[in-house]
């Protein structure tokens, strides 16, 4: 009787994220400045469109931090309560090089945004949204998901100027509180940039960012 | 017995494999581009691999990192590894060995047929 058992990948993936951490062993120098400046451009993107949109000024610089990806089989697992101790709506979009390769859940980067539930409505009107419902589990992840979709597609203008190649949007997903299945991220990335964002001395933003280093760029000529 | 060969670059794969063919070496020759895919590869068919020969610098998952989760999975940690990479540093051998042991060899390419072939031999079953 064959008793062979393949290996659980989900338990090698974790070993080797965990053995790469603890000896420090990536991401390398240069990956790292690469995906801190496309963090500093998403950041870019949120400010321009406040500037446009809102007279809110944001009480201090945004708070660029990494942070480790607690992985689910092959997804991020997500626990949006942790954001503010607080109800909160979030919604994702994933970005990929066409249809087809979102179709595969290949992406080259995630984007989630955290809400508070009960600012959705003001978030909301700073951006000159109209009034939603935060009550009502439908009104909430599509207002979330406004916004999710107003600043990855702002986004990704400021990664045309960095010469990156325009890439696809996946339609977004909203959740409350939690995504009991995780949400899907580009593979083999470890670490994620999370971005807070104050208004009148408060976090009242908060976003996460999941990127490959190598992203497709415009041919130079 | 199979012969697990992770590089990102095809060129480099298919020199390599042509040299084992060229060399007479009849075990099948697996193949990965990058670190996520070998961990694929190995999941399914670690029983039947008697060496793998592990490119360090590719996308997604850099082989060194492959090296440290294989060392602390029980099933795989006696698998016979050998970097193969462009990297000839000092710095890079030393962090090699610290991460695995009991490394099997450490190749630079350009590498000559007869290094690749002199440092694989002792492990094919």
Known sequence: MDDFEPLDLGKFRDIVRRESARLRLRPGPDEREITFTLALALSAAVKKIFYEKSATVFSDEPRIMIKPVVHYAQRMRIDAMEKYNAP????????????????????????????????????????????????????????????????????????????????????????????????????????????????????????????LPSLPKNIQR | MKILVVDDSLLDRKLLIRVLMKSGITQEILQAEDGEQAMEVLATNYRDICLILLDWQMPKMSGIELMAGIVKVPELSTLPIIMVTASGSDENKRMAHQVNSNLAGYLVKPYKPEELLAAIKPFLR
């Open chain 1, 88 to 211: 909160s709506v979030f919604s994702v979009i994933q970005l990929g090089v066409n249809e087809e390769a979102l179709g595969r859940q290949e992406y080259q980067m995630t984007v989630i945004i955290y809400l508070e539930r009960k600012f959705l409505p003001e978030f909301l009107r700073l951006l000159q949204y109209p009034y939603i419902d935060s009550d009502d589990d439908l009104e909430a992840k599509d207002g979330c998901g406004a916004v999710v979709n107003l600043i990855v597609g702002q986004y990704k203008n400021e990664m045309a100027i960095l010469g990156y190649k325009d890439l696809t949007m996946s339609h977004f997903e909203s959740f409350i509180n939690t995504a009991v299945d995780g949400v899907g991220i580009p593979k083999g990335v470890f670490d994620k940039y999370e971005i807070d964002f104050e208004i009148e001395e408060a976090n009242r933003l908060v976003i996460e960012m999941m990127t």
